[in-house]
């Protein structure tokens, strides 16, 4: 329901209106629309057990706590380039996401002493 929602606003959005004049309320429940439809999906297909889903849960709190500092590195040697803004959020976004895994998995997971300091137990199971 809220992503048939979703896309007849986006589509009325794009058909209709130039983007300057777009009604305020249009946009908010458009926005509603495709929030209920993302957390609709989420809980019909990540409600079951499953080994990724049990990795992420485990790497969320670790990854949460590092992934600004490595969003600030990244950001500070990409923005100063002639890109578009698109292709630098996307190369924040990817790069952000992959260090942030990358250094969880080989440093973080693997080093005992050094998980408690990011919520973790001391135990690798």
Not at 29 to 52: D, K, Q, Y
Not at 67 to 79: D, L, N, T
């Amino acid at each position: 329901m809220q992503c048939g929602s979703g896309i007849g606003f986006f589509a009325v959005r794009l058909i209709v209106f130039e983007i300057a004049l777009v009604p305020k309320p249009m946009v908010a429940f458009e926005s509603w629309c495709w929030m209920m439809a993302a957390i609709g999906f989420a809980s019909a297909h990540l409600n079951r057990p499953s080994n990724l889903l049990s990795y992420f849960s485990r790497a969320v709190y670790p990854v949460y706590i590092i992934h600004f500092p490595i969003q600030y590195a990244i950001s500070y040697y990409v923005m100063p380039l002639s890109f578009s803004a698109t292709l630098k959020l996307g190369i924040l976004l990817i790069g952000t996401f992959g260090v942030s895994l990358l250094v969880y998995e080989t440093i973080l997971r693997r080093t005992k002493w050094i998980r408690p300091l990011f919520g973790m137990k001391l135990s690798t199971g």
